[in-house]
């Protein structure tokens, strides 16, 4: 058995809610067992979630934040995933040690680039037995499907929070000592006006 985050493109928007309700149905079967899945539109560069399930729940929005999928989805939708783009595979990639171009293109950049702007694309967490079950059931509509180590995204999106955590920390720091400079600025400023006030009594 291998453990698969797998992205699903539809044209047919309308498509993509059937397929997640029919996967919905049917999530464990002797081929595969879906964990998460879930439904994201790319809008105005941000990915937008529309709908999914947790193990054959319907999931609220804050039921996505502790699995794989709703991270996944919250870097590429986040300060790191807006900011930078499809760069975002060149800062991720970062961890990966040196090698050939296609064996360290990161799969968070991957993942970002096959959803296109205006599109509804299906992400699964699935645990399969044989790929073709589950691309069968997927190929019942007009659908481009992408498959990505399960165990390497989680640990590209990890990498990516800690990346994440960095640069918010830096701009805390670089706010902070710009804040810090104009202040001291400001009282040089008040001294000479102070000075040259009381200078000027008495005259």
């Given at each position: 058995?291998?453990?698969?985050?797998?992205?699903?493109?539809?044209?047919?928007?309308?498509e993509?809610?059937?397929a997640?309700?029919e996967?919905?149905?049917?999530?464990?079967n002797a081929?595969y067992?879906i964990c998460?899945?879930?439904?994201?539109?790319?809008e105005?560069?941000t990915?937008?979630v529309?709908d999914g399930?947790i193990?054959?729940?319907?999931?609220g929005?804050?039921?996505w934040k502790g699995g794989l999928?709703?991270s996944l989805?919250?870097i590429l939708g986040?300060?790191?995933?807006?900011?930078?783009?499809s760069?975002?595979?060149?800062?991720?990639?970062?961890?990966v040690d040196?090698g050939?171009?296609?064996?360290?293109?990161?799969?968070l950049e991957?993942?970002?680039?096959?959803?296109l702007?205006?599109?509804?694309?299906i992400l699964l967490?699935a645990?399969?037995?044989?790929e073709?079950?589950l691309?069968?059931k997927?190929?019942d509509?007009?659908v481009?499907i992408?498959?990505l180590?399960?165990?390497?995204?989680a640990?590209?999106v990890?990498?990516a929070?800690?990346v994440?955590r960095?640069?918010?920390?830096e701009?805390?720091e670089?706010l902070?000592?710009e804040?810090?400079?104009?202040?001291w600025?400001?009282?040089a400023?008040?001294?000479e006006?102070?000075k040259?006030?009381?200078?000027?009594?008495g005259?």
């Amino acid at each position: 058995m291998k453990e698969n985050v797998i992205l699903a493109n539809y044209r047919v928007e309308s498509e993509a809610y059937q397929a997640l309700w029919e996967l919905k149905q049917a999530a464990d079967n002797a081929n595969y067992t879906i964990c998460q899945a879930m439904i994201v539109k790319k809008e105005d560069g941000t990915l937008a979630v529309k709908d999914g399930f947790i193990n054959g729940v319907v999931a609220g929005n804050d039921s996505w934040k502790g699995g794989l999928i709703g991270s996944l989805v919250g870097i590429l939708g986040g300060p790191i995933g807006i900011l930078l783009g499809s760069s975002v595979g060149m800062l991720i990639g970062g961890a990966v040690d040196a090698g050939d171009a296609a064996k360290n293109e990161s799969l968070l950049e991957k993942a970002g680039d096959s959803i296109l702007e205006g599109e509804t694309a299906i992400l699964l967490l699935a645990q399969e037995e044989y790929e073709t079950a589950l691309t069968a059931k997927l190929n019942d509509f007009e659908v481009t499907i992408t498959r990505l180590d399960a165990a390497e995204v989680a640990a590209e999106v990890e990498h990516a929070r800690e990346v994440e955590r960095q640069m918010a920390k830096e701009t805390r720091e670089k706010l902070r000592a710009e804040k810090t400079k104009a202040f001291w600025e400001t009282v040089a400023q008040k001294r000479e006006e102070l000075k040259k006030w009381f200078s000027g009594l008495g005259k």
